[in-house]
Nanobody, 122 residues
Framework: QVQLVESGGGLVQAGGSLRLSCAAS????????MGWFRQAPGKEREFVAA???????YYADSVKGRFTISRDNAKNTVYLQMNSLKPEDTAVYYC????????????????WGQGTQVTVSS
């Protein structure tokens, strides 16, 4: 069993930055690949970024060059640094543990956090 707790969301103006954190329980955090997804009102949940246990990173085209995913295994925490935020980045952001084959599909993830709201004003 893994528990995930996201934090760091909030209200920011367009062009601003936020850093999301996802703290995980469990002694084997370093062996997990982790991902971030987001869901805007009325839209399906979509992939944002993922990081493997070996620290390879993967990004959605919509955030590439603006967002950076990283992990600190000593703190059992994965981060999402979000720069140059746009109003279309407004969503609830979730972290999750990757178990399957694809980093980009939410059905290949298990153990989801409760989410943290990010709102970007224009």
């Amino acid at each position: 069993q893994v528990q995930l707790v996201e934090s760091g969301g909030g209200l920011v103006q367009a062009g601003g930055s936020l850093r999301l954190s996802c703290a995980a329980s469990g002694r084997t955090f370093s062996s997990y690949a982790m991902g971030w997804f987001r869901q805007a009102p009325g839209k399906e949940r979509e992939f944002v970024a993922a990081i493997s246990s070996g620290r390879s990173t993967y990004y959605a085209d919509s955030v590439k060059g603006r967002f950076t995913i990283s992990r600190d295994n000593a703190k059992n925490t994965v981060y999402l640094q979000m720069n140059s935020l746009k109003p279309e980045d407004t969503a609830v952001y979730y972290c999750a543990v990757h178990w399957g084959a694809s980093y980009y599909a939410d059905y290949d993830y298990d153990y989801w956090g409760q989410g943290t709201q990010v709102t970007v004003s224009s």
